[in-house]
C-alpha cells in the first residue's frame, strides 16, 4: 500500500496480490486496506476479473476488521456476490438477509442444462451452509435436488457433496442425514470399475466424500469409530 501512495505501483497491479494476501490472512485488514478497496471498487472501468477479486477481498476485510461489516455489506448486496457469506461469517445479523439475496439466483440457475451453472449452484449453497446454517433444511433440500437430477454431471455432484459436508460441520440438525448420504456415495464407489469414465466419476465423488468426513471429525470426534471403519 505504500508503494501504492508513492506511486511506485498502480492501482489495478495492487488487486490480485491484495486479494490473495487477504485470502491467507484477513486479519491484515485495517483502515488503509478498506480505503483501497472501496476506491478500487468504485471505478468504472474494472475487468470482470478484477471486479470479482475486489468483491471478494471486501469480504476478507469485513472477516479481519468485523467493524467494516456494515459498509462492506451494502457495497456486496448491490451487487449480489457470494463474498456476502463472509460478511455474515463476521457479523452473523447479515445472516438472513445474506441467504435471501443469495438463494433467488441459485434456484433459478440449479436447473440449468450447463455444467458450469449447476456447479456454481453447488458451491454457492456449500458457502451458504458455512455462513446461514439456521438455512440448512432448505440448504440440504436444494443440494439434494442437484444430486438427484438427471444430468449427472459428477463435477456439479463432486461440489455438491462439499457443500454437503459444509452443512454436516456448521448445521447440527442435518449433520446424521447429510452423514447418511456420503456414506451411500463411498460404498457405491467401492463397486466403480476404475477404467471407465463412470467410475473415475464415482472415485471423484467418494474422495470428496472422506475429505467431508475428515472435517467432520474435528468438528464431531463422535463420528471417528464410523469414520475409521470406513476409511
Given at each position: 500500500l505504500r508503494a501504492y501512495h508513492s506511486g511506485r505501483i498502480q492501482e489495478q497491479e495492487l488487486i490480485s496480490p491484495i486479494h490473495t494476501l487477504l485470502e491467507k490472512e484477513p486479519n491484515c485488514a485495517n483502515d488503509h486496506t478498506k480505503d483501497f478497496l472501496t476506491r478500487a471498487f468504485s471505478r468504472t472501468n474494472l475487468t470482470q476479473k478484477d471486479r470479482e477479486k475486489l468483491e471478494e477481498s471486501l469480504g476478507?476485510?469485513?472477516?479481519?476488521?468485523?467493524?467494516?461489516?456494515?459498509?462492506?455489506?451494502?457495497?456486496?448486496v448491490e451487487t449480489g456476490s457470494a463474498a456476502l457469506?463472509?460478511?455474515?461469517?463476521?457479523?452473523p445479523r447479515y445472516a438472513e438477509r445474506t441467504f435471501y439475496a443469495l438463494i433467488g439466483p441459485v434456484k433459478q440457475r440449479m436447473h440449468s442444462k450447463h455444467e458450469m451453472e449447476r456447479r456454481w449452484c453447488a458451491e454457492q449453497l456449500g458457502r451458504l451452509a458455512t455462513a446461514t446454517p439456521d438455512y440448512a433444511d432448505e440448504i440440504f433440500s436444494l443440494l439434494l435436488r442437484l444430486m438427484e437430477e438427471k444430468h449427472h454431471f459428477f463435477h456439479v455432484q463432486t461440489a455438491a457433496i462439499r457443500a454437503f459436508g459444509n452443512l454436516m460441520v456448521a448445521?447440527?440438525?442435518?449433520?446424521?442425514k447429510a452423514f447418511e448420504l456420503l456414506l451411500e456415495i463411498c460404498v457405491?464407489?467401492?463397486q466403480a470399475p476404475e477404467a471407465k469414465a463412470q467410475g473415475l466419476g464415482e472415485i471423484s465423488k467418494a474422495t470428496a466424500c472422506v475429505e467431508c468426513f475428515m472435517d467432520l471429525v474435528e468438528a464431531a470426534p463422535s463420528y471417528a469409530d464410523e469414520?475409521?471403519?470406513?476409511l
Open positions: 476478507k476485510l469485513a472477516l479481519g476488521a468485523p467493524q467494516h461489516a456494515d459498509l462492506v455489506f451494502s457495497i456486496l457469506c463472509d460478511v455474515a461469517l463476521a457479523a448445521a447440527y440438525p442435518c449433520r446424521d457405491k464407489a467401492e469414520i475409521f471403519i470406513l
